[in-house]
Structures are given as C-alpha cells and as structure tokens.
C-alpha cells in the first residue's frame, strides 16, 4: 500500500520521523487494535485517541492493548484526586508502547510498579 496525497499531508511530521517514515506509517495504517476488558476505561479512552490519530485502527480482531486495570491506575494516582490524570498518563504510556511494537523499534514495557502520581504515597 501506498501512501496518498491525503495520508501524506496528514501524517507528515511523523513521516519525517526517522523512526517512522512511509515504510512506518504504513505500517500504523495497517494496525489493528482493542482494548480489553479488563483495562481501565478512562486510560483505555486516551491509548485509543492517541493509536488512532497515529493512523491504527480500533477493531474487535487487533491487537490487544496490555492496559492496566482500575486497581493499578488508582495505585499509580496514590490518591482519588489524582485518577484521571493518572488514567490519561498510563493511557498515554500504554500507546507508546504499542506504537513501539507495531513500529518494530522496541518490545513494549509494562508501567514500571514504583511509579506514583503522589508524592505522598
């Protein structure tokens, strides 16, 4: 598959990415993804905007998302006024990560455990 004007001006700064380019972003075209049951919701909404807007495509046959659960991202806050922004960090990791694999670059890491938002937790 071959990139057309369209997807060339819609993806251009990530065609300029070394890490990426055409071969790349054909790549992420071509990507399928879920997230599943079990992840947090809140986190699972931020992996599927930022997947989408690099190009792959949510769809219930793709790729499984390794998303944490609810319990995770709430240990990750250290406290309940810290949940969403929490939800969006470990959404936000957990695309990278899957964009990494598709890309070939890295295997995907899982959040490391110690992390916490609270620096009172």
Known sequence: MSLDAAARRRYARQLLLGEIGESGQER??????CCGADGDAGACTVAAEYLERAGCIPDASGS???????SVVMRFAGSPALREPAAAIVGAFSA???????LGIAAALELPSELTLDAEG
């Open 28 to 33: 992420l075209l071509n990507a399928r993804f």
């Open 64 to 70: 499984e998302l390794p998303i944490p659960d609810e």
């Open 96 to 102: 990278v990560e899957h964009l990494k694999e598709v």
